[in-house]
Each structure stands twice: as C-alpha cells, then as structure tokens.
C-alpha cells in the first residue's frame, strides 16, 4: 500500500515497527507488561511521518497498541502460568472490576484530546518508576492484599489508567503485590494476567470510539490501525516466552531496577512532548 514515502524511508518504518514488535514481546514476558511503553513512542513517529493528523495521534498509537497487546498478553501469561507463579485468586477477584475501569478509561479517551493522553503517561510511569527505584524490600502495606472494596475500587483504577497508557496493568499489579510481600517473581507473574482483561475490552472500545473519526490512515478501524498490528503481532508473539525464562531467571532486585528503568525512559519519553 502506498503511504507517499520513499521506499528506502518505508522499508525503516516497517523495519522499527519489527523491532518494537521483538521489545514489546521480551518486555511483556520478562515484566509482565503490555510493552506499550516501547510501541506507542514506535507507531508515534510511524504514524507522524505517514502525515496522521495531531487530532488522532495519540488515540491511533494507544489504540493499535492495545490491539497488539491481545495476542502478546496471551502468550505472556499463559507462560507464566505453566511455571505455577500466577496467583488465579487475584486474577479472578479483579477482573469484574478492571474491565469495568477500561470501559471509563475507553470513554475518557473518546472525549480527550492528545495532551490528556500524553500527561497521563508521563506522570503515572514517573510516579511508578520512582516507587521502584528508591523502593525496598521492607517497604511493606500490611502481610496480605486487602480484599473489597478496596481491591475493588484498585482493580477501577487499574483498568482506567492502564487502558490510558496501554500499558497491560502489570506496573499497578506488581506495585499493589510487592508492597502486600508477595515475591516479586509472583507479582510479574500474576500481572500478567491483567493485560488481557485491559487489552481485549479496550481494543473493542478504541474501535468504537474511533469509528467515522476523520484523518485515520488506510486499513485502520477505528483508533486502531490492523496493519501495524498484522507486521508487530507475530513477531512479538514470539518473543515473549523469551523473556518470560529471562524473568525467572533472574534476581528480585536487578528485575526491580529494569522495570523502574522501562517507566522511567517512558516518562521521559512524553513530558518531552508536553513541554
């Protein structure tokens, strides 16, 4: 399909949205994230060249990266899950209330512009990948994860929040266990979990509130676009067992440093935009 780029100028287009297809994937397996920290920056400056409106940007970038995250999340998990680290409980009590928290999240996108997506992502991973680095092991909330309503009204924000960034929940879910003393092993591993439950609603409702939208690039539906999916889904289906036996095989804190380092260059990424 012709985008009105320059062959050689393409071929690189094509050639970073692989790329960030093998990346989302390590990340989504190795933190138990969606990898939207490293996509949605990807398809930011995919999209910008191919002429996508400002109007739509952002909202194009989450969208298709939720969509990505469906298949990548999947694989994820169900990994994590052969390896008996995934707390079923949790998963199963949270998921009423998180996919309740996509729904709002989905309706605050539709009623946003680029500015409230963008100072969303940067200020929530900012405050998470601080929590991380400066955090320890003593740090504790209490010995067991308080049941409803306050995990409840948590699973809302989780929800709302992670369909926001299109991150997969695993930041929130990891933060909320570790400080509960679970082993953060368990933690990345339950989180896992959540990137379906925020990945598959909110896909369905950024195509909803993206439908007839002006200034969307061909083969897109809604806020997502199905060709970009159809290059980054295989490639990062493939990766993401890759960084789950990376994951377990590695020291609770060195996976504390990288996940606070993977917030971190996200923050960094779009208060530049903001500023």
Do not use: N
Not at 152 to 174: C, K, P, R, W
Request: proline share 5%.
């Amino acid at each position: 399909m012709d985008f009105g780029l320059p062959a050689g100028e393409l071929a690189l287009l094509f050639a970073m949205l692989l790329a960030g297809g093998l990346v989302m994937g390590l990340l989504a397996g190795l933190l138990g994230v969606g990898g939207g920290g490293i996509m949605v920056p990807i398809l930011y400056e995919l999209f910008s060249a191919i002429g996508v409106g400002e109007a739509v940007l952002m909202h194009l970038c989450v969208g298709t990266t939720l969509a990505v995250m469906v298949p990548t999340s999947l694989r994820s998990f169900f990994s994590h899950k052969a390896k008996g680290a995934v707390d079923l409980g949790i998963l199963g009590s949270m998921v009423v209330p998180v996919v309740a928290g996509v729904v709002i999240g989905t309706l605050v996108a539709r009623f946003s512009d680029k500015t409230v997506l963008t100072a969303i992502w940067a200020g929530a991973a900012a405050l998470l990948s601080l929590k991380m680095y400066l955090g320890r092991a003593s740090w504790r909330l209490g010995d067991e994860i308080p049941g409803h309503p306050w995990r409840g009204l948590y699973g809302i924000f989780i929800g709302t929040i992670s369909t926001l960034m299109s991150i997969g929940g695993g930041a929130f879910v990891t933060m909320m266990m570790t400080l509960y003393g679970r082993p953060i092993h368990q933690a990345v591993a339950t989180s896992s979990g959540f990137g379906p439950m925020i990945a598959i609603p909110g896909t369905i409702g950024f195509i909803w509130a993206g439908w007839g939208a002006a200034g969307l690039p061909p083969g897109s539906l809604g806020y997502v676009s199905l060709l970009s999916a159809v290059i980054i889904v295989p490639v990062s289906v493939l990766a993401a067992p890759w960084g789950v036996r990376l994951a377990h095989g590695i020291s609770r804190r060195t996976l504390e440093l990288a996940f606070a380092t993977f917030l971190a260059v996200v923050a960094a990424r779009f208060l530049a935009t903001l500023l």
